[in-house]
């Protein structure tokens, strides 16, 4: 069987799979008598990176009634693609029931890790500064790609500047991070959301087929955080699909520590309480 005839295949079976989207389940009202709805602000460095790592976010947001806003830090390396890129963003995020901001007309362009300018930083702390979130996604220091580590360091100096009392959430894609502690795991419907949302970026899909191999990245992490999370040699968790964080508190814009090591079955509706130490 030819690697072509596989991809068909895969793709088909894919398509049924998202078919089982449905509407989000409706879980607040358990989660309401521990819950205060906050507002999560994911740090995209591209178009479709709100997709692959926003497992969290979607259950924050469908679970316990949350704000989740995602922040286009740029739209791409191709001047020409931008503006088709935002349309695809605003299309993925409505999937996912997230609202779009954007740094500028086009968001910021050579966001790299060694050279973070001023005014990127300025401009990302006056925007933590006016939304104040209680949550924010933005890559690992060491995510194996030019743009998603010139977002990290971004994003860790703007909260520094902001002064802000947070918890971020370290993703990962291009490699993997160290030391997860939260595995958060998606339902089918949920990772069926994420796949469907990440085809509305057909510009970037028609180059590399990122969707399809979505359900193989959340599987592996399940693999990874049997042990990386729950601990060298426990029982792995009996569930299919799973995104890897690192959930670090910051006081005043300053790291104050790790959050405990733990896994959030779908079967349990989240709640601002995985925020607390």
């Known amino acids: 069987m030819s690697e072509e005839t596989d991809l068909a295949r ?68 191709n001047a ?95 490699s993997t991070q160290a030391h997860p502690n939260a595995l958060v795991q998606t339902s089918i419907a949920d990772t069926a959301r994420l796949i469907t949302a990440l085809e509305r970026h057909a510009g970037e899909i028609a180059r590399n087929p990122y969707h399809l191999r979505l359900p193989a990245f959340l599987a592996d992490a399940v693999r990874r955080g049997g042990e990386l999370v729950l601990g060298a040699g426990e029982a792995p968790p009996d569930f299919a699909f799973a995104t890897l964080y690192r959930l670090v508190q910051y006081r005043a814009g300053q790291p104050a520590g790790d959050l405990p090591r733990r896994v959030f079955p779908a079967d349990q509706a989240l709640t601002s309480d995985l925020l607390q130490p």
Request: with cysteine; net charge negative.
């Open 10 to 77: 895969w793709r088909e079976h894919l398509t049924r799979f998202a078919a089982l989207l449905g509407n989000p389940p409706d879980r607040s009202a358990a989660a309401a008598a521990h819950n205060a709805p906050g507002h999560c602000l994911v740090f995209a460095p591209h178009p479709d990176d709100e997709c692959i790592v926003g497992a969290l976010p979607l259950r924050l947001k469908q679970e316990a009634g949350w704000r989740v806003s995602n922040v286009a830090v740029t739209l791409g390396s």
């Open 80 to 174: 020409a693609r931008r503006a088709a890129r935002w349309a695809e963003l605003t299309d993925a995020c409505a999937v996912l029931g997230f609202e779009c901001l954007r740094v500028g007309k086009d968001g910021l362009s050579d966001v790299r890790a060694e050279a973070v300018k001023p005014e990127q930083v300025q401009a990302m702390a006056a925007l933590l500064s006016a939304h104040r979130p209680a949550l924010v996604l933005a890559p690992h220091a060491l995510d194996d790609n030019p743009s998603h580590r010139g977002v990290h360091q971004l994003v860790v100096q703007a909260i520094a500047a902001a002064e802000l009392d947070t918890v971020l959430a370290l993703t990962e894609f291009w």
